[in-house]
């Protein structure tokens, strides 16, 4: 792993990268929708405002990643991984995993038990890393994502 590689949490400085990091994918793949905007035009408003956290992977001292735990009102959980995104020119560096154990660890120590997270079926780097993180599939949970089409929750209870 390169060692110019590090997890930072979220400030000012960092509000354009968190938005063009999240925007770049969703855009590649899908369309904006109305809590991506909110989300991400109003990261401490929505997100750290209410409890919630985002971590920036610094490359180089570059922002070429980005990760969120959003509080969550779904029953059973604590938080949602959220707005995870890995610039392509930072892709298969292992940032993607990197953030993932790192947003992991920060929601044990939030006192997280269990956490889940919306995807998409095609993005298959993305779900292959979440089984890797220990994350599996949830059955019959609703999204207000258009473009979700699976949810997966880790227990961190056991």
């Not at 590649?28 to 401490?44: A, T, V």
């Not at 959220?82 to 995993?97: D, E, H, N, R, Y």
């Not at 997280?112 to 089984?131: D, F, G, Q, V, W």
């Amino acid at each position: 792993m390169n060692n110019s590689v590090k997890i930072v949490p979220f400030s000012e400085e960092y509000g354009g990268a968190f938005k063009a990091l999240n925007e770049e994918w969703i855009v590649k793949y899908f369309k904006m929708e109305e809590m991506d905007h909110i989300s991400l035009n109003r990261p401490k408003e929505y997100i750290l405002d209410k409890g919630g956290y985002i971590a920036i992977a610094l490359w180089n001292d570059e922002a070429v990643g980005v990760c969120a735990l959003i509080p969550s009102d779904r029953e059973g959980f604590q938080f949602e991984l959220a707005k995870m995104g890995v610039s392509p020119k930072a892709q298969g560096k292992g940032i993607g995993k990197l953030l993932g154990n790192h947003i992991i660890a920060k929601a044990k120590s939030l006192g997280c038990t269990k956490l889940y997270l919306e995807s998409n079926r095609i993005l298959k780097p993305a779900i292959n890393l979440y089984l890797k993180l220990g994350f599996v599939e949830m059955v019959g949970a609703k999204s207000p994502y258009e473009r979700s089409d699976i949810q997966m929750e880790l227990d961190m209870g056991k």
